[in-house]
């Protein structure tokens, strides 16, 4: 009988046992899918540990020869047009824009604009079009630059799409960059940015846009063979809005062309301290990636050093930075067996995108 008066009591622990497995197997899955999702928002070289598209080995040579490698020092040409478009290139303010952006990454150092100015003027050159493999390695040599960027408009279209309870018009332009090695006078990377810009517009039967922006209150929707056009207004503005996010690509996709690169100072499978700091651009929440460089690699014929052999043993992601130092976590290990030590190299990697 006793048996039975406790058998609710036995019933109820069972259930409250199952319940709190279920919770505890949803808690183990929900967290699962969160690692998940973090690492697929991590850049592709941290999450794979991988070095970053187009590596040279160029620097690692550097550094292990103790060179001294510096924040690369940038000349900004302005840039030209290869498309006719509605409005002056100067109106766009590409080259502040451009110096802006890669002031912001903390990677670059800019020759100033006054001086450029000058040297320019000396040499005759106006834009980005008067630029040759000669004279690009004379002005790198007269300012001291490390490389000289020109630049020109690829691309600069505008065009107006009906959402049945509105129109959008859409201005969209793209630039694509060169980074001219002043030492050589050859191209060293070419990037693509581009941007664009949308604006709402309501408009009334007769096309007249009711609704908007106020500079497009004297405007016109106008429709011929199924295409629909703007009249009556400047788009200056949205082109502009335009250039400033096709910039901001350009200068991201620089950034993680040069990446920064130094020493382990101390670390483990946790943590890690390098030798990268504020004064080469380290910023706190920037990632790296971790590498153990092996015997030198010697080209059969020449017999020259035209690499190291490598390994990317782990990734991580900077939480504190000081002027000559930054204290990091690692994100990934690749083997525990393999954690982070003194005198391993770390290279920075963009977390925006990767380089193509």
């Known amino acids: 009988m006793k048996i039975f008066k406790l058998l609710p009591v036995i019933l109820l622990v069972i259930f409250l046992i199952g319940c709190k497995s279920t919770k505890d197997e949803k808690e183990d899955t929900n967290q699962n899918n969160s690692t998940e999702n973090q690492n697929s928002n991590l850049p592709k070289e941290v999450n794979d540990l991988t070095l970053p598209d187009g590596w040279s080995d160029d620097v690692l040579l550097k550094i292990a020869n103790e060179e001294n490698v510096?924040?690369?020092?940038?000349?900004?040409?302005?840039?030209?047009?290869?498309?006719?478009?509605?409005?002056?290139?100067?109106?766009?303010?590409?080259?502040?824009?451009?110096?802006?952006?890669?002031?912001?990454?903390?990677?670059?150092?800019?020759?100033?604009?006054?001086?450029?100015?000058?040297?320019?003027?000396?040499?005759?050159?106006?834009?980005?079009?008067?630029?040759?493999?000669?004279?690009?390695?004379?002005?790198?040599?007269?300012?001291?630059?490390?490389?000289?960027?020109?630049?020109?408009?690829?691309?600069?279209?505008?065009?107006?799409?009906?959402?049945?309870?509105?129109?959008?018009?859409?201005?969209?332009?793209?630039?694509?960059?060169?980074?001219?090695?002043?030492?050589?006078?050859?191209?060293f990377k070419s990037v693509e940015g581009t941007g664009a810009d949308s604006t709402i517009l309501v408009v009334d039967d007769r096309g007249n846009v009711i609704k908007g922006p106020a500079e497009f209150r004297a405007a016109r929707v106008e429709t011929q063979g199924g295409t629909y056009t703007i009249v009556g207004v400047d788009m200056?503005?949205?082109?502009?809005?335009?250039?400033?996010?096709?910039?901001?690509?350009?200068?991201?996709?620089?950034?993680?062309?040069f990446p920064l690169i130094g020493y382990v100072l101390t670390g483990d499978g946790t943590k890690i301290m390098t030798d990268v700091g504020s004064k080469r651009g380290a910023k706190k929440d920037d990632y790296f990636i971790v590498i153990r460089l092996g015997k030198d690699i010697v080209h059969p014929a020449t017999k020259k050093v035209i690499g190291k052999e490598k390994t990317v043993i782990a990734s991580g992601i900077i939480e504190s930075v000081g002027e000559t130092e930054s204290n990091a976590k690692i994100i990934k290990l690749k083997d525990p067996a393999m954690a982070p030590q003194s005198g391993d190299v770390v290279i920075s990697i963009s977390g925006k995108f990767n380089v193509k």
Not at 156 to 165: E, H, N
């Open 70 to 187: 510096n924040k690369p020092l940038m000349a900004i040409i302005d840039f030209e047009s290869n498309v006719n478009i509605a409005l002056n290139v100067n109106d766009l303010g590409i080259t502040d824009m451009l110096t802006t952006a890669m002031f912001n990454t903390g990677k670059f150092e800019l020759v100033e604009r006054s001086r450029l100015a000058t040297v320019l003027k000396e040499q005759k050159i106006a834009n980005s079009d008067d630029f040759t493999s000669g004279n690009a390695a004379r002005i790198g040599e007269l300012l001291g630059a490390d490389y000289i960027l020109t630049g020109k408009i690829t691309s600069a279209i505008r065009d107006v799409q009906d959402k049945y309870s509105h129109y959008e018009l859409n201005a969209s332009i793209t630039f694509n960059l060169s980074a001219i090695d002043s030492s050589t006078g050859k191209i």
């Open 236 to 257: 200056s503005k949205q082109f502009v809005g335009a250039t400033k996010k096709a910039i901001e690509n350009i200068a991201s996709k620089l950034e993680a062309t």
